[in-house]
């Protein structure tokens, strides 16, 4: 049986690699699977990554959740902390998982701007999604990876339970993690 | 909640002016003529903020931010791709100061004065053209992905925003210099300057 565990990767190599054939999750958005897919959601910054994981049938499911909890209608069940991981959970006993056997990673929750509001709504969702998966759903947190002000990219392999972080640039000379896109391109507005 | 702008054109006039002299400035701080490219003002939800800007994802940048006070509250930000921001900001450097070394403080600090220097002038032109009162904080640096950065910003304002106007504007110089984009996302306290605005002091 294949544990989930989260390994944070430094080497640009294998960044490059991971990148490769990735099934993204848009921000405000999940995926559940029970192949061996490759789920990645790209630049987190005070939004919080939840990954859940059944072992024993090699079924997951990545979110990407920007808001701890809903303050009208639910538009979208993935932009939400606790009706993403609700939606998550119902899913994936759907395709035959167990609440017994999930377990949980979290990454994400940074503050990344000096804003106080920022610094609510990052700091919210991180303990939103700790309280709902262990208090709610007694989901186990393996691992996690949060707070803190500097931009994450996720990859989950599914098949493999591996949760692979790395974070994004920090400083103007080197010490990048991230591969960037090269030059003048950027700035495609619309 | 309804932001001011609800005619964007008038924001991308402004907008238009106050970065006409933002681009003088630059101009003589960093040694060579610059122009306005792709200056425009939209409307959108703050959740497809990153579709619109960031089209182009995963790639990083050097941001100077400082938060906006007074008759346009709200948030200004200055970026350049990193791979462009070293040697920018080393260009910079040596015209003004005669040196070529640079390390990462100096570099940082040099960047906040860059910074400082636009929206200066920003916040001048729009009082002078407009009679708009606009105070900004010390610029803050950032170096991330772009995308991550973008990620905070749609969190900053989601909750109390259902649509954001924002000035999205490039700045240009010769060929194989690089691309600054100035964004101004206004906050609600434009509406107050409305009002102002229409009683009589908007040209």
């Not at chain 1, 339970?161 to 994004?168: F, L, P």
């Not at chain 2, 860059?114 to 200066?120: E, H, K, L, Q, R």
Request: with cysteine; hydrophobic share 45%.
């Amino acid at each position: 049986m294949t544990e989930l565990r989260l390994i944070r990767v430094t080497e640009s190599s294998l960044i490059a690699e991971l990148r490769k054939n990735t099934i993204t999750v848009n921000i405000g958005s999940y995926i559940i699977s029970k192949n061996p897919a490759r789920l990645a959601t790209w630049a987190l910054g005070s939004c919080i990554a939840i990954v859940l994981f059944d072992p024993l049938i090699s079924a997951g499911s990545l979110a990407h959740a920007l808001l701890p909890q809903p303050h009208h209608e639910v538009d979208s069940p993935g932009k939400y902390v606790t009706t993403a991981i609700h939606t998550m959970v119902r899913g994936l006993q759907s395709i035959g998982a167990s609440i017994r056997r999930l377990r949980a990673v979290l990454v994400g929750g940074a503050n990344i701007l000096d804003f106080a509001r920022n610094i609510s709504v990052s700091t919210r969702n991180i303990q939103v999604a700790r309280e709902v998966l262990t208090l709610k759903y007694g989901i186990p947190i393996i691992d996690e990876d949060v707070g803190g002000n500097v931009g994450r990219n996720v990859v989950f392999e599914i098949g493999k339970g591996i949760v692979y972080v790395w974070y994004t640039a920090r400083s103007l000379f080197g010490n990048k993690t991230n591969i960037s896109h090269g030059g003048n391109k950027f700035w495609s507005v619309g | 909640m309804n932001n001011y702008f609800q005619d964007t054109k008038e924001l991308e006039a402004i907008g238009h002016e106050a970065l006409q002299s933002a681009s003088k400035a630059l101009s003589k701080i960093l040694g060579y003529d610059v122009r306005i490219k792709l200056a425009s003002a939209y409307m959108l939800s703050p959740i497809n903020l990153m579709e619109v800007l960031g089209k182009e994802s995963a790639f990083d940048v050097a941001i100077a931010y400082s938060k906006l006070k007074g008759m346009l509250s709200g948030i200004i930000l200055l970026a350049i791709p990193l791979n462009d921001a070293a040697e920018t900001l080393k260009n910079m450097i040596l015209r003004t100061l005669g040196v070529s070394m640079l390390n990462e403080e100096i570099a940082t600090d040099l960047f906040k004065e860059m910074a400082n220097i636009i929206f200066g002038a920003v916040a001048t032109s729009l009082y002078n053209k407009y009679k708009i009162i606009v105070s900004y904080s010390v610029p803050k640096v950032v170096i991330d992905n772009f995308m991550a950065i973008l990620d905070n910003i749609v969190t900053l304002y989601i909750m109390e925003f259902d649509k954001l106007v924002i000035y999205d504007a490039e700045i240009v110089g010769e060929e194989n210099t690089p691309r600054i984009k100035i964004l101004i996302i206004p906050e609600e306290g434009m509406k107050f300057s409305r009002s102002e605005l229409v009683a009589g002091d908007f040209q």
